[in-house]
């Protein structure tokens, strides 16, 4: 037999359901925390894109593949996270090297390039000498001497944040890195932000951190940390439900927002 809904029935019935979900969705997400001030922010975990600066791997793909690597990056960019994404849901975990080795080779081959595994290491191994963009290291350095304690939060590998740290000159100035490795789950997933909170030993609302994605934003922004969006590209904002506190396309803007009184 088929029953007929009228509008108004159609509309209960969604005010119905959307209640139920909402009950569903509070009773098993964490707490998010209103923005905290300055004072309050004890330490600040960091992505890693947006501290290091990824032109000279793009410069990589371009001399390699000259006049293809404009089509090849975006195209492999948007794999690496695609696949550390999906290989979580799969339960299917392998560290980010892995993964964006095979996202550049998913990339070329979609593209019908001709690129062996002798040009894939070359381009990996970019990763390795990374700088950091000219405002980081300063700013770095205020929220240090601030008193807020630093580290990088990032899906890169233990030993990509370590090398690229170095050679971008500010080792010094962080604390061992939090590679998701730890915990075999990628952002945004809540175990990934975990890390910080298990590290730092604070709560999650004096723990700051700064994004580089605005899907990271939002990842941070619903585990509970304030979070800043460092929007270099200012890119439009996305829509998945939570929002950062602030954004801005600097260090100096993140600085100002950490340590305002």
């Known amino acids: 037999m088929r029953i007929s809904i009228g509008n108004s029935g159609r509309r209960q019935f969604l005010e119905a359901g959307a ?8 009773a098993t997400a964490p707490r998010i925390a209103k923005a905290a001030s300055g004072p309050m922010l004890k330490a600040l975990a960091i ?3 947006a501290v290091f600066d990824l032109r000279p791997v793009a410069a990589q793909v371009e001399h390699l593949l000259p006049g293809r690597g404009a089509a090849l990056l975006p195209l492999w960019r948007a794999r690496q996270f695609e696949y550390s994404w999906l290989r979580t849901l799969m339960g ?8 964006s080795e095979e996202a550049l080779e998913f990339a070329a081959q979609q593209l019908h390039l001709d690129f062996d595994a002798t040009q894939r290491d070359q381009v990996m191994q970019s990763f390795l000498s990374l700088k950091a963009w000219p405002d980081v290291r300063p700013a770095l350095v205020a929220l240090r001497d601030a008193g807020v304690r630093l580290a990088l939060l990032s899906n890169f590998t233990e030993r990509m944040l370590v090398a690229a740290s170095s050679s971008a000159g500010i080792a ?12 075999r789950f990628y952002k945004p997933h809540p175990r990934a932000y975990q890390i910080g909170t298990d590290a730092f030993g ?15 934003a939002a990842g941070a922004r619903a585990f509970g940390y304030p979070t800043f969006w460092v929007n270099r590209d200012q890119q439009a904002d996305e829509r998945l439900g939570a929002m950062p506190n602030a954004q801005g396309k600097t260090f ?7 340590l305002r009184p």
């Open 19 to 26: 209640a139920v979900l909402s009950t569903a969705a509070l």
């Open 252 to 258: 100096e803007a993140l600085v100002a927002w950490a």
């Open 92 to 99: 299917r975990y392998v560290d980010f090297w892995e993964v």
């Open 47 to 49: 992505d890693g894109l």
């Open 202 to 216: 604070f709560a999650r609302e004096n723990i700051g951190f700064a994004a580089y994605g605005g899907w990271d």
């Open 172 to 183: 010094d100035l962080l604390e061992p890195p939090l590679s998701t490795d730890r915990v």
